[in-house]
């Protein structure tokens, strides 16, 4: 039982401490904000009932939902009980029938003060489920309330605004005080036994801790003990061998404490061995063996093969199953089943999957009130299966692959709002996901920037920065293709050369003032260029180029490897071109962090550039608002999107094509068509050609769900038509009109404009000589495409005479007097004073 059950609607600075020490609630309103976050979910009276959505939540790993009596009503039956608790208001309990009690695992009394004789009452109807008591007035409950609370096994509810990090007052309550409020002991000491055990459960010794440990282990997240020799014990200060805290819980008799802790170094011991009471063995000491032999597997050893081999790890996994699946007597079928964990989990240790995040699948798996039918696919079974029932519908592979089409003439404002809309982006929520990835690579460097890339891009590294001269046989290319990564380098160099500020801006204000600007290169730069198993060098030629231009010092490549560790040939000739420094052979959020905080091997830079997928971009808003990161990134991210303005003179084969290529990027990707007074048989005739393009390219089935979520708007003339254009913002506008190249005058917001029907978007994204990273959602309304000036910053400069100062200053002393900044005018009238003492 939890000593309280912390109510949060917002991911506060508490909740990290809070999830240490056992469940949180949220409302049903903030699930999406606490996604993976929070424990239980709270449902309140005002909200309709909806079964699949509480479904949901259990599946996505929510432990319980707490619902009104309505819902439960509803959905009893349907939900496991030990997945449901109660709310109920007190005055309602009477209301409660049998089949409702016997539905749910626990009741959660709102009550507006806390008598313990009524709740003692309705404790006693409700016998074998959990009280939970949520006072819901305004006054904090105290200490010994939480204390009167657990005397009749009942847990306290505690709003946020309860809680607090600081000292308990009559206003908040530190959380450590309302974890330790139930918590006994039966030492005259004070002290509570303290069992400390490794992420798998295992034991691995027994300390003692005080209300002062405990305090500062919750708060801190690091293993904190008392020792009855020498006081406070911070395990690990002085060894190494730290601890960081997974959680705490109490016994049942709430007289002792367990630990449950990743220990790092040597181990917990002070003999140096991971445990005090024995060396762990079975599966534990076979992961530690395994991750062991990962880094250091003497030469020629059969471990090591394996990890080098993957066929031969995939054979030998296939080879155990079939012989377990085989066995009959149970010492046959233990001996078997030992092999196959022993390969199966020599493949989890080689992708950087350790029994942790196993267990925590399963525990994920256990969680979920829907199932799969658990048949065996078919290439495992010689008896026919039952079809799979699908939760997602259907696609009819002969459908017509069209957009929807509206009319901004009759369009509502709301209507038109609603088309200016992209996909909702859960910042917020990617953001939480990839900051423990981020504070991995931030804390551990290289070690875990090498782990992250063998968990996600597969490929085990022994260093993940390659520095020039790069070698000729990481850039072979056939000569065609570089022929023409050449020609484009040479477009897109030409272009971004001629944006370059390489002069002065002087302007002399008033006489004798003299203000100026001038240009500097960013010192250091990052570019991400997507990859692994795709081929971008176009990527890498946006990006290099403008910082090659603009003359920055350290130019880092970050790219995801292939399986083999190597890097793209086409990636690497183009890193060659452009003078990079460095290629750093990592991908996604791991990838942008080396590069904002630097490890030991990947330069730190100040500026971070390029695409990548929502992990990506996640991360490089996470960095930007880091002030420990100081770096800034190109532009927030988002799908990529095309609009097309055409007209009755637009060829629908042309419009349907560049259509197209926007739509096969992903199901996300946002394409727009506005007809400019266009025939219904035109319409019909670029949906024709859409529908026919889209069948003949390998990404059919992307394209048939980016195009079902795209539309055709009809305007009535150019004007209105670019007018939308300019509130949609898109990243890129094709204009496939009459007089295409008068119409970019009206053009106010846009990444890149395409003029005229023999301009494709695919030019700029490959050779033409403009950037191809441009911004989206939107963006365009605040943001230019990456530009050669995106990789330089200005700075100002002033210089001022003697007798520039003697006008300038007394306007500079009166407005510094009106601000009452004393200084600030004394600098300039000590200097005055100087002036008129050389001309006396």
Excluded at 88 to 117: H, W, Y
Excluded at 308 to 318: A, V
Excluded at 553 to 577: F, I, M, N, Q
Aim: proline fraction near 5%.
């Amino acid at each position: 039982m939890s000593s309280f059950l912390p109510l949060v609607d917002s991911d506060t600075e508490l909740l990290d401490a809070l999830l240490r020490i056992g469940p949180a609630i949220c409302t049903a309103q903030r699930s999406q904000d606490l996604s993976g976050r929070a424990s239980y979910i709270l449902v309140d009276h005002s909200t309709q009932c909806n079964l699949d959505l509480v479904i949901s939540w259990l599946d996505g790993g929510v432990e319980k939902v707490i619902v009104p009596l309505a819902w439960a009503k509803e959905i009893i039956g349907s939900i496991p009980p030990e997945r449901l608790i109660l709310l109920l208001d007190v005055a309602n309990v009477s209301t409660v029938s049998d089949k409702v009690r016997s539905g749910v695992s626990g009741v959660l009394l709102k009550t507006p003060a806390i008598d313990l004789d009524l709740i003692t009452s309705i404790a006693k109807f409700f016998t074998g489920a959990g009280i939970h008591v949520l006072a819901t007035g305004d006054s904090c409950p105290s200490l010994g309330t939480l204390r009167e609370l657990s005397t009749i096994q009942a847990t306290p509810v505690l709003p946020a605004k309860f809680l607090t990090l600081g000292p308990t007052t009559t206003s908040q309550i530190n959380i450590a005080d309302a974890f330790l409020a139930r918590v006994v002991s039966d030492r005259a000491d004070g002290l509570f036994p303290t069992v400390v055990s490794n992420h798998t459960g295992h034991s691995l010794g027994l300390v003692y801790s005080s209300a002062e440990s405990v305090r500062e282990s919750i708060l801190t997240g690091k293993g904190v003990y008392q020792s009855r020799k020498h006081g406070l014990w911070r395990k690990g200060e002085t060894s190494g061998a730290i601890q960081d805290i997974i959680s705490i819980h109490l016994d049942c008799d709430s007289d002792a404490l367990e630990f449950r802790v990743v220990q790092h170094g040597a181990g917990f011991c002070h003999l140096n061995q991971q445990s005090c009471f024995h060396e762990l063995g079975g599966i534990p000491a076979l992961e530690n063996t395994l991750q062991s032999r990962l880094k250091h597997a003497p030469e020629g050893s059969y471990t090591q093969k394996l990890f080098r081999n993957p066929e031969l790890l995939r054979s030998k996994i296939m080879e155990e199953a079939d012989e377990l699946c085989s066995a009959e007597k149970p010492e046959d079928v233990a001996f078997e089943a030992a092999d196959l964990l022993y390969f199966a989990l020599v493949k989890c240790i080689s992708a950087g999957v350790g029994i942790a995040e196993i267990e925590q699948s399963l525990d994920a798996k256990a969680k979920r009130v829907t199932r799969r039918p658990g048949i065996a696919k078919p290439q495992w079974t010689s008896q026919p299966q039952p079809k799979p029932v699908s939760t997602q519908p259907a696609i009819d592979a002969n459908a017509l692959i069209k957009m929807r089409t509206t009319d901004l003439a009759s369009a509502t404002l709301v209507e038109r709002s609603d088309l200016l809309k992209r996909p909702v982006l859960k910042s917020d929520e990617m953001i939480s996901k990839v900051k423990p990835i981020v504070d991995e690579v931030r804390k551990r460097g290289d070690a875990a920037l090498l782990e992250l890339t063998a968990k996600f891009d597969k490929a085990k590294l022994s260093s993940p920065v390659v520095l020039p001269p790069f070698a000729p046989e990481t850039m072979q290319l056939d000569d065609s293709i570089r022929q023409a990564i050449d020609k484009a380098y040479a477009n897109i160099l030409k272009f971004h050369d001629a944006q370059a500020d390489r002069g002065t801006l002087v302007v002399e204000t008033m006489p004798g003032v003299v203000c100026s600007r001038f240009a500097r290169p960013i010192a250091r730069v990052g570019l991400y260029v997507p990859g692994g198993t795709a081929v971008l060098p176009s990527t890498a030629l946006m990006l290099g180029i403008p910082a090659q231009v603009a003359g920055c010092k350290e130019v880092v490549v970050a790219t995801p490897p292939r399986a083999d560790g190597s890097v793209s040939p086409e990636v690497v000739y183009v890193a060659h071109l452009v003078g990079a420094s460095a290629i750093l052979k990592a991908g996604g959020a791991q990838a942008v962090a080396a590069m904002a905080y630097g490890t030991e091997s990947v330069p730190k830079v100040d500026k971070i550039f390029g695409p990548g997928n929502q992990w990506v971009t996640a991360a490089k808003m996470l960095v930007q608002n880091d002030t420990d990161a100081l770096v800034s990134i190109d532009m927030p991210a988002g799908p990529s999107e095309v609009l097309v303005i055409a007209d009755h003179t637009a060829n629908p084969s042309f419009v349907a094509a560049d259509l197209l290529s926007q739509a096969e990027h992903g199901v996300d990707s946002q394409v727009v068509l506005v007809g400019v007074s266009l025939s219904s048989e035109k319409i019909a005739n670029i949906e024709r050609e859409v529908d026919t393009q889209a069948r003949a390219l390998s990404r059919v089935d992307i394209v048939r769900q980016s195009i079902a979520k795209s539309i055709i708007v009809k305007a009535t003339s150019v004007e209105e038509a670019v007018t939308f254009s300019n509130d949609y913002a898109p990243e890129h506008l094709i204009l496939h009109l009459e007089n295409a190249a008068d119409t970019v005058k009206l053009v106010t917001n846009a990444g890149s404009v395409f003029v005229g029907s023999y301009t494709p978007e695919s030019c700029g994204d490959y050779a033409s000589g403009t950037n191809h990273t441009l911004p989206t959602n939107g963006y365009a309304r605040q943001f230019s495409g990456v530009n050669t000036q995106s990789f330089q910053k200005h700075i100002t400069c002033q210089a001022i005479s003697p007798s520039g100062l003697e006008e300038l200053g007394p306007i500079v002393a009166t407005l510094a007097d009106c601000e009452g900044l004393d200084a600030h005018a004394n600098a300039v009238r000590i200097r005055l004073r100087e002036i008129q003492s050389m001309k006396a």
